[in-house]
Nanobody, 120 residues
């Protein structure tokens, strides 16, 4: 099995910063992409940022210029540096990984989610 464990969430004032981390472990052969999604109350889950093996990244328009996704391939860990946070960034943030397992099977895995709250 594969586990994704997120950390780094919490409460911050508007304009502040947080750094989320997500470490993947288990029967992993390789990870092609890792990303962050978020879900605010009453809204659908949305993509925040994604980073692929070669370092190619994509961001939601709402976070461009404020958030930076990065990755440590050796540690199977992805980070999300969030600066200039706004109250509308308040949500549960989920880590996602596209994993090729040791068995050769491909699957997507999700973390348990971590709360980010930005106060005005």
């Amino acid at each position: 099995q594969v586990q994704l464990v997120e950390s780094g969430g919490g409460l911050v004032q508007a304009g502040g910063s947080l750094r989320l981390s997500c470490a993947a472990s288990g029967s992993i052969f390789s990870i092609s992409a890792m990303g962050w999604y978020r879900q605010a109350p009453g809204k659908q889950r949305e993509l925040v940022a994604i980073i692929r093996t070669g370092g190619n990244t994509n961001y939601a328009d709402s976070v461009k210029g404020r958030f930076t996704i990065s990755r440590d391939n050796a540690k199977n860990t992805v980070y999300l540096q969030m600066n200039s946070l706004k109250p509308e960034d308040t949500a549960v943030y989920y880590c996602n990984a596209a994993v090729v397992r040791d068995s050769g099977a491909f699957a997507y895995f999700w973390g348990q989610g971590i709360q980010v709250t930005v106060s005005s």
